[in-house]
């Protein structure tokens, strides 16, 4: 989905260098009363400079972190997690001299961090995720970054790390305290939707879905009156359902079930898997699997393998994120010529319909408490936010390397973040262009990259298979009516819940969550099958409750109401 910017490097590196040489001219005047030769002026210089969100520190510094390596990781003819274009720039640029303390492979940094945080030796600045970070907080060996990032953050990044509605900073606070930086990452990308075959619904004469009934219906013509056009009936009415059913998230929302998910009840969350309206949407999918309207053999099936109704034309219909269009639609697509519409949830009575996502934090950013330039965290968060949304856009040099482009650049930077909102903005900037009727002027690179992508799909030229393939899915997701288009609209509206619980997983749940999930999924896939009794749900959450979920559910209050 990431389209690299055309700019040369050298033309971001010669306005990052006017912005220098423009800041320090700036503290100049106001720091030395005109005259530039004092002494004392220069240091007062020097000082304001290094303060600013992306001032270069006058005697460099030396930050230690680790980083952990990823299987795929490849690098440029001379270049390592040592030394790359990220961490040369640092120097450069900034004045920090980033040093990896240590680096393992990807496999290993479970183990190394264990015994790193157990040590209370760590590095200066460290990645972790929630559990690590809560153990940092606990022992105190993190770093108070609250008047720091006040200070230090640009405007650019205090905007970009709150485009989440400030859950990463909640996240990311104890006792009123900044303890670490989030790394948001995009939200919407788990809000489901309905995929349905267009040419199927032409071709039995049906509409469009209004309501659940709608569905319901589309599902029994899907399955029973031929739409492959076989004369065999060898179809499913609702596919892509995985042993897991996590593929059936959108069908219980419809329900305004939340499985997986802690969503608000008064004034205290409460956990998904035990609200009441999964009880209907279980109802239902037993009169589905009876009726012989969903794959009767989803129970053994992964993903992938639930995807293979699709990719054979056994299916037309399907519950997914956005990202259907990448996998499996576009090489279905390329195949069948079949054009696929996503729609918003649908509700199963008259209240609206809202999808859920889980907090967008991908890990955290600390400090060793008793670091002395806690700031230079924030530096490095500046300087990865202006290399992604900058006036200059997401240059080659920090995003692709190798001669086919297969090198992904932007892994070796040691603090990065990725706007909330850039996938929406993304199909949002697409929008505004289509209704200028021209491309309109966007600092995201990738809106021209879509925008021209949907032009080319209109035109209907296209040079080989994969370039039609590729319009087309670039045109059903970031496109008028594409998939991006419904999260953008479920943000708008209001219809995208985030999972209120972001912390770390609680004693209850390190003990006892696994055998609760691996219950959940045995008595839904029974009562699905009709091998129990609607009636089997009500015990499960006496059962969930009586097992540990009533210990989790205080834990994760507890956690709450810290937190507020």
Same mark, same amino acid.
């Given at each position: ?13 010669? @306005?990052?260098? %006017? ?25 007062? #210089? ?19 972190? @680790?980083?952990?390596? &990823? ?19 640092? +120097? ?23 015994? =790193? ?60 305290? %900044? ?30 879905? $209004? ?16 739409? !492959? ?29 939340? *499985? ?30 009876? @009726?012989?309207?969903?794959? *009767?053999?989803?129970?053994? $099936? ?33 195949? +069948? $010529? ?6 918003? %949830?649908?509700?199963?009575?008259? $209240?609206?319909?809202? =999808?859920?996502?889980?907090? *967008? ?20 968060? /500046? ?36 706007? &909330?909102?850039?996938?929406? /903005? ?5 929008? @505004? ?8 002027? /966007?600092?995201?690179?990738? #809106? ?49 819940? #985030? ?7 609680? &004693? ?8 609760? !999930? ?38 994760? /209050? !507890? ?6």
């Amino acid at each position: 989905m990431r389209h690299a910017s055309l700019k040369r490097y050298l033309l971001f590196a010669a @306005a990052a260098q %006017l912005l220098f040489v423009t800041a320090c001219g700036s503290s100049t005047n106001e720091g030395s009363g005109g005259n530039k030769n004092d002494q004392g002026a220069e240091t007062t #210089v020097n000082k304001q400079t290094a303060d600013e969100p992306l001032g270069k520190y006058e005697s460099k510094i030396e930050v230690t972190t @680790a980083r952990w390596l &990823p299987p795929s990781l490849k690098f440029e003819k001379g270049d390592s997690i040592d030394n790359n274009i990220w961490y040369r720039s640092y +120097e450069e640029e900034l004045g920090i001299k980033l040093v990896n303390k240590w680096s393992v492979p990807q496999t290993q940094w479970q183990q190394k961090m264990n015994v =790193t945080i157990a040590s209370g030796d760590i590095p200066d600045i460290l990645t972790v995720n929630a559990n690590e970070l809560k153990r940092l907080v606990d022992a105190d060996m993190v770093e108070d970054l609250t008047a720091i990032f006040d200070k230090y953050a640009s405007d650019k990044t205090k905007k970009v790390i709150s485009n989440d509605g400030g859950n990463g900073i909640k996240a990311s606070t104890f006792g009123g305290k %900044l303890l670490a930086l989030p790394g948001v990452t995009f939200t919407g990308t788990g809000a489901q939707m309905l995929w349905i075959r267009q040419d199927w619904l032409k071709k039995l004469n049906l509409a469009e879905p $209004k309501t659940m009934d709608d569905v319901y219906k589309i599902a029994e013509a899907f399955a029973n009156q031929d739409p !492959d056009g076989n004369n065999q009936k060898d179809t499913i009415g609702l596919g892509g359902i995985n042993k897991d059913l996590n593929s059936m998230m959108g069908f219980f929302e419809s329900f305004h079930a939340y *499985p997986g998910r802690w969503v608000k009840d008064g004034s205290g969350l409460v956990y998904g898997d035990i609200q009441p309206g999964l009880k209907p949407a279980l109802q239902k999918l037993q009169e589905m699997f009876k @009726a012989g309207l969903i794959d *009767p053999e989803f129970a053994v $099936k992964d993903q992938a393998k639930a995807y293979e109704l699709i990719a054979s034309n056994k299916t037309g219909m399907f519950y997914s994120g956005e990202g259907a269009v990448w996998w499996p639609l576009t090489d279905h697509y390329k195949k +069948e $010529k079949s054009d696929w519409k996503p729609y918003p %949830l649908i509700s199963f009575d008259d $209240k609206p319909a809202s =999808t859920s996502g889980g907090v *967008p934090v991908g890990n955290y950013y600390v400090v060793r408490k008793g670091f002395k330039h806690p700031e230079a965290l924030v530096k490095l968060l /500046n300087f990865a936010v202006e290399k992604q949304y900058g006036p200059e856009g997401r240059l080659d040099a920090y995003w692709y390397g190798g001669e086919n482009k297969e090198i992904n650049v932007s892994a070796f930077a040691a603090v990065i973040i990725s706007d &909330p909102l850039e996938l929406i /903005n993304i199909h949002r900037g697409v929008q @505004a262009s289509v209704d200028a009727g021209k491309y309109v002027d /966007n600092p995201i690179a990738d #809106v021209k990259h879509h925008y021209d992508l949907y032009q080319l799909w209109l035109s209907g030229k296209f040079k080989d298979g994969n370039e039609e393939g590729q319009a087309w899915s670039s045109y059903k997701w970031a496109g008028p009516k594409g998939g991006m288009n419904v999260v953008s609209d479920y943000v708008k509206d209001n219809k995208y819940l #985030v999972d209120e619980y972001s912390g770390p997983s609680t &004693p209850t749940m390190t003990a006892k969550k696994s055998t609760l !999930d691996k219950m959940k999924q045995e008595v839904f896939t029974k009562i699905i099958m009709g091998q129990a009794d609607i009636g089997e749900y009500d015990k499960f959450v006496a059962d969930w409750k009586k097992l540990g979920g009533d210990e989790i559910t205080t834990e994760v /209050n !507890d956690w709450y109401k810290a937190k507020k």
